[in-house]
Structure formats: structure tokens, C-alpha cells
């Protein structure tokens, strides 16, 4: 009995594991966007301060998640248009000199982005990690500290690309708005009414479509 509770033990691990590495690729890309601009200091600041303020919430929602947040009423509609919106001032931010803005105030912006975006991303993540648990602490608290390194390093090397090749910029805002049509597709107030009618990959085409249109226009004034 005890061999075949470590495996369910080991088992629930990698299935954590796996988890983490499917679906903390998005978050990455958001905290590589949002600190792209910044020097290789205060980068790593605002990577280090975002990651830790993520994760914290990561716990504490997921420790509420016992009710099902993807059925709370608006939460995914009010998450995915948030992510359009932040898709696009990424993307408007993208072309602004930084050297207007002072260090400090840019850490702080990148630090706020991370968090809003993070915690509007992770809701799959906070469910999964939720479900393999199966209400273990100590496997609850290892998946979610576990995605903070993959966090910190996919995201750094992404703002070190970002800031060299800016395609790469679109290509980020262009996955955040993808999943921003994502959850709006699986805003449950919409079905019947929108999902019927469009799949979610031409949900998230509009999306995209959106917020380059969007930051396009902003970014020609």
C-alpha cells in the first residue's frame, strides 16, 4: 500500500511538472514583454519582484480554487478583454523612448504588468495544478514554486530576443491575444449565444487582429 502511494505521489509530481512546463510558456512571454525595455539590472528586478508577487497569488488563489473560478460569471470575458488591453500597450510601449521614463517608474510599470498579466493568465494553471494535487499541500505548493524558475529563465531570455529583434515583440503580442480569445470564448455568460456560432480560432484571430489594428492606430498619432 505504501509502494502505490509513493507512485500516485511521483505521479501526481510529473503530472505538476508537465503542467508547468505546458502552460507557463504564455506568462513567460508576457514577463519577457514587459521588461524588454528595461537595462539587464533592473530586468532582473522586475523579473525576480514580478515572479515572487505572481506566485504568492498563485497560492492563495489556488488555495480558494475549491470553487471552480472558470465558472464564476464575467471572470473570463473581464480576463481576456484585460489581456487584449494589455496585448496592445505592450505593444504601444514597444516604440516609446525609454529613456524618457525614469528607471525606477519603468520597474515599477513592468512589475504591475507581470502581476495584472500573470495573474489573468494562470487561471488555467491554478486549476490544473489545483486538480493534480488533489488538495495536497505539499504537491500544491511544489508545482506553483516550481513554475517560478521556469518563469524567471524562459522569461529572461525572451526580453533579451525582444530587445534585439523587435518581430519578436509582435509574435508575443500576438500570443497574448490568442489567449485573450481563448477566455473569452470560454466566458460561459457567451454560450448559446457567441460560441455556437465561432470556434475559438476565430475568436482568437479577431483578438489578434484587434490589438494590432488597435496599437497601429495609437502608435500612428
Same mark, same amino acid.
Given at each position: 500500500?505504501?509502494?502505490?502511494?509513493?507512485?500516485?505521489?511521483?505521479?501526481? =509530481?510529473?503530472?505538476?511538472?508537465?503542467?508547468?512546463?505546458?502552460?507557463?510558456?504564455?506568462?513567460?512571454?508576457?514577463?519577457?514583454?514587459?521588461?524588454?525595455?528595461?537595462?539587464?539590472?533592473?530586468?532582473?528586478?522586475?523579473?525576480?519582484?514580478?515572479?515572487?508577487?505572481? =506566485?504568492?497569488?498563485?497560492?492563495?488563489?489556488?488555495?480558494?480554487?475549491?470553487?471552480?473560478?472558470? /465558472?464564476?460569471?464575467?471572470?473570463?470575458?473581464?480576463?481576456?478583454?484585460?489581456?487584449?488591453?494589455?496585448?496592445?500597450?505592450?505593444?504601444?510601449?514597444?516604440?516609446?523612448?525609454?529613456? =524618457?521614463?525614469?528607471?525606477?517608474?519603468?520597474?515599477?510599470?513592468?512589475?504591475?504588468?507581470?502581476?495584472?498579466?500573470?495573474?489573468?493568465?494562470?487561471?488555467?494553471?491554478?486549476?490544473?495544478?489545483?486538480?493534480?494535487?488533489?488538495?495536497?499541500?505539499?504537491?500544491?505548493?511544489?508545482?506553483?514554486?516550481?513554475?517560478?524558475?521556469?518563469?524567471?529563465?524562459?522569461?529572461?531570455?525572451?526580453?533579451?530576443?525582444?530587445?534585439?529583434?523587435?518581430? =519578436?515583440?509582435?509574435?508575443?503580442?500576438?500570443?497574448?491575444?490568442?489567449?485573450?480569445?481563448?477566455?473569452?470564448?470560454?466566458?460561459?455568460?457567451?454560450?448559446?449565444?457567441?460560441?455556437?456560432?465561432?470556434?475559438?480560432?476565430?475568436?482568437?484571430?479577431?483578438?489578434?487582429?484587434?490589438?494590432?489594428?488597435?496599437?497601429?492606430?495609437? /502608435?500612428?498619432?
Amino acid at each position: 500500500m505504501e509502494t502505490c502511494g509513493n507512485l500516485a505521489f511521483m505521479f501526481s =509530481i510529473l503530472q505538476i511538472i508537465i503542467i508547468d512546463l505546458v502552460l507557463s510558456g504564455d506568462n513567460a512571454v508576457v514577463i519577457g514583454m514587459a521588461t524588454r525595455n528595461l537595462d539587464v539590472r533592473n530586468r532582473k528586478k522586475a523579473v525576480l519582484l514580478g515572479a515572487l508577487a505572481a =506566485i504568492l497569488l498563485r497560492i492563495f488563489f489556488t488555495y480558494i480554487a475549491a470553487v471552480s473560478l472558470v /465558472q464564476v460569471p464575467l471572470l473570463q470575458l473581464i480576463g481576456g478583454l484585460a489581456l487584449i488591453w494589455i496585448a496592445v500597450k505592450l505593444l504601444v510601449d514597444n516604440n516609446v523612448d525609454c529613456t =524618457i521614463v525614469s528607471s525606477q517608474r519603468s520597474l515599477l510599470r513592468a512589475v504591475k504588468t507581470i502581476v495584472l498579466a500573470d495573474l489573468i493568465m494562470s487561471l488555467d494553471n491554478i486549476l490544473a495544478v489545483g486538480g493534480a494535487s488533489h488538495g495536497d499541500l505539499i504537491l500544491l505548493l511544489f508545482g506553483l514554486l516550481f513554475s517560478m524558475p521556469l518563469l524567471m529563465v524562459g522569461s529572461q531570455l525572451l526580453a533579451s530576443l525582444m530587445s534585439r529583434f523587435n518581430w =519578436i515583440t509582435y509574435l508575443g503580442g500576438v500570443v497574448i491575444a490568442w489567449v485573450a480569445g481563448e477566455m473569452i470564448h470560454s466566458e460561459i455568460i457567451l454560450k448559446g449565444l457567441l460560441v455556437p456560432n465561432f470556434s475559438p480560432f476565430f475568436i482568437s484571430i479577431f483578438s489578434v487582429l484587434v490589438v494590432l489594428s488597435t496599437a497601429k492606430v495609437i /502608435q500612428s498619432r
